[in-house]
């Protein structure tokens, strides 16, 4: 079977796992072996190993006491109380990359030395590109910060994905197997003290590489665990290291074949732990522990994803074991953070954090007291950057300068760069006036000149301590009491002199100038003389330098001086409006002494001075001619002549908006004029409505507002010297002439009443024309809201329609319904029958013609037993005989009254007729006629009531109920003389 490489492992070949073989349970074959094996390296090396397991097995200020063996351990670690503080502030990845660090590299081993205080690195894979990489055989070592390439000419042979870490119990670095480039190794060596050490071995693990191998503080021995065999087999077999001897400890449960998982012991929970690995094609992310020889698998609610290559390493401050970083075929380079305490992972997101990678070297650097992660690799790309997770990383301790004089600032700087606030510092040797305080900082003033050695002393609060040194050195310093150039200013070639004057400092004393003009040069003394050749402004500075090397400096000025000159003169502005301020500037050179000034021509308002600037309001337009000049102390003079342009003030003679007034929806003009001003103007429009838009400088525009309202607007003038005038002007957008109602006083009314017809119109431009039409017969029209109409026609007027117009022509309209009925008239007021009876039933009936409906009917001088109603015909039976003049007045809804009367006779009752005898024998009997004429008249009369259709007698009738009662057979006046009596009715008794 062909070997997999570490690089072909990536490819997954589908390799079958190799059966588990029976191993023995434990560390070691029995407590007494255990102690022969201590007895044998008692001394030498033996004796260092056993001393720091020791004083590992034991809390932190507690002394080392008894035997460490199998038995006296218990089943979890006791751990001091400082090794639990928060890790609020310190789980934080910090780069400590130096200069001086390993080639980048991966799959290195790397193992924490805690004899020599130091942290060990071997082999790996890299090179300058991820194609041309190579194997590393190099050996390295860190502490506090800084790395060292030891490579002992005695050393292991190139390798990478090697198995390595630190035995407590004998006291020296482990490393076993790995890969060559061709074959896996199964070679095991130690490392002490700088030295590698090859041991022969009877019983070794079988060739492999990518396995892990972590120290079991709770079996007191080192435990090797799966990679990949010979032939590319991944291994599940578990083997033990202790005291020199290798011994295969697999069992029934353990962990499926593996390569490249992490695994590191859990001192907080007190047990081996072993996460994921990389079996072909894919990725595990299974938790396991390993404890008293026995695997068992976790179950934690929340894990890392699959992945091998992973950093792990145990926190000892934090008591939690941290995983960085990783890979699982599908995805390189992790970039997560976890940690796993009591039985269970959580993610943490650092605020720093490496970029993603694995094949990281990793452990606790008991020494510096955080955990160390080097190296790795990720996307074609080979790391050499260091890393520290937690615990306290101090990056330099210096005093800031090295060196001060007497009396100078200076400050003591602790730089860390992963710690927590409540670090401890203390402070030693520190120069008086610098007093100690529990900072990282302390800034001061030494008061007494010496050489000091400063220590401090930091202390985290988990134990971890570093101590570190430095030096300051406080000397009086040199000082310049004066320097000074006499005279200070100066003709060109004039003669000037330097002087200094000194005090402390060590003799002699150097003395360099700088910034000397030209003809001068510098010279190693306290007085210089020369004679300056170039104009200007010079600042010189001199340099002195005390015999201790320390320095002061100090300036003086010198002016070198031509004739006097006007360099410019102007006025600011030079055209401008009348009103406003312009400012006169003369930049006057040369001379010696001070200068004067003088000017002549200003305009009226303006005073001259002896000033280089002058600011004056000119009161009167024109063009002047300004001269000014400058006087210097020997009485040279020089003139220049100034411009100045005054103008009138602008002034705007017209802002105009035609028509001022207008209906939403029409166009406005709007017009600008103005004069007057300097230069170009720039108008500008405010408070325009929407829909008015006008680029500023447009002296005329039209545009269309698009809301209602009354505007207020202003014109803004600003000429070219930026004086600023404004008009004003309104303009009233409303909205279009709107009827809101178009209302007839009376919607029905009788022929020959009026009405009042009433337009209520809002809106519109100016005065509203109001048109009317379909108005009934007789009204006439006119141009007001309300006309009063007197109809001289009967009909129904439905369109009553009214349109209104404003001073623009725009128009609405609205419409309107009014009714006009005939007269009111009474044409017939009658009842029956004719004769009535005591205990007769009277019917009473009134027809009428015209009016406004609904009728209303009253009436009076009815007899007892008729009560009054409001309805056109009733019945009712008196209650008394006699003679009635009964009323009817009838009254309709527009107030017409008309009314009739009719006199009605009601005889007293009739005597009873004799039994069995009929109510026409009795009427014959009592007239003395006979009874045959009686009853013939009778059934003549009945007969002439059917002919007729009365109400309630036969057929109904076909023709009109007017005159009452009516047919053929009647009188002239339409009433059936033998069947009712009634008087004609009265004249109306309401308005015509």
Known sequence: MPIRTPSDRRLGSGLRARSLRPGLIGCLGSAAAFARGRHRRWSGAGAVGLLVLLLVASPPGEAATGSHSLTALPARPMVHPLLHPSAAGRSNWVNLTSIVAPPGRAKAGIAN???????????????AGYYTRGIYGDTWTYRAGAWTNLTPAHSPSAREDLAMAYDVADGYVVLFGGWNGSAALNDTWTFLHGNWTQLALNVSPEGRYAASLAYDDHDGCLVLFGGTGPGGADQNYTWTFSHGAWKNVSSGVAPKGRFDMSMTYDGHDGYLLLFGGLFPGS??????????????????????????????????????????GGWDFNAGGYQDTWTFEGGNWTKVVPGTVPSGREDTSTTYDSSDGYVLMVEGQCCYTYYNETWAYGGLVVRSFSAVPSAVDLGQRMSFQLQTASSPANLTYNYSGLPPGCAPANLSTINCTANVTGRYLVTVNVSAPWGTHVVLNTTVSIVPPPKIMDFRTLPG??????????????????????????????????????????????????TVEVVVTDGARWVDVANASLLVQPDPSIASSVATPSTLDLGQSTTFRINGTGGIGGLTYAYEGLPPGCMSANASTLVCRPVAAGTYSV?????????????????????????????????STIDLGENATFTFAGVGGTGLWSVQYVGLPPGCAAENNLTAFDCTPLSLGTFSLRSVLTDGAGWTVTANATLAV?????????????????????????????GGVGDLRFTYSNLPLGCQGANQSSITCHPQAVGQFGRITVVVRDASLRSAEATTAVNVEPRLLVTSFAYRPASIALGDSAEFLTVTQGGVGPLRFAYSGLPPGCPTTTNASFSCVPAASGEFNVSVSVSDASGATQGSNVSLIVSPALPPAPSGSDSFGLAAAAVGGSAAVIAGVGALLVRRRRARGLPGEGAPR?????????DEATGADGVDSDLYRGEPPTSDLGPE
């Open 958 to 966: 076909d023709d009109p109920p007017s005159p009452l009662f009516a």
């Open 627 to 659: 001269v000014v000049g400058i006087v210097d102390a020997s009485g040279v003079r020089q003139n220049r002549t100034v411009a100045l342009q005054v103008n009138p003030d602008p002034i705007i003679s017209a802002f105009n908006v035609t028509p």
């Open 489 to 538: 200013e100066v003709d060109v070639g004039q003669p000037v002199g330097l002087q200094v004057t000194m005090v402390n400092g060590t003799l002699p004393y150097g003395y360099l100038f700088h910034g000397l003009p030209t003809g001068c040069s510098s010279a190693d003394t306290s007085n210089l003389t020369c004679r300056p050749r170039a104009i200007g402004a010079f």
């Open 734 to 762: 409303v909205q279009d002439p709107t009827v809101l109602s178009l209302v007839a006083s009376r919607a029905a009314i009788d022929l020959g009443e009026s009405f009042l017809l009433t337009a209520n119109a809002v």
């Open 113 to 127: 030395d805690p004899a020599d205080g130091e942290v060990v690195l071997f082999g790996g894979l890299g090179g």
């Open 283 to 324: 990725a595990r992310g299974d938790t396991w522990k390993f404890v008293n020889g026995t695997w068992s698998k976790l179950a934690p609610p929340t894990t890392p994803s699959p992945r091998g290559s992973a950093a792990m390493a145990y926190d000892r401050p934090d008591g939690r074991v941290v995983l960085f």
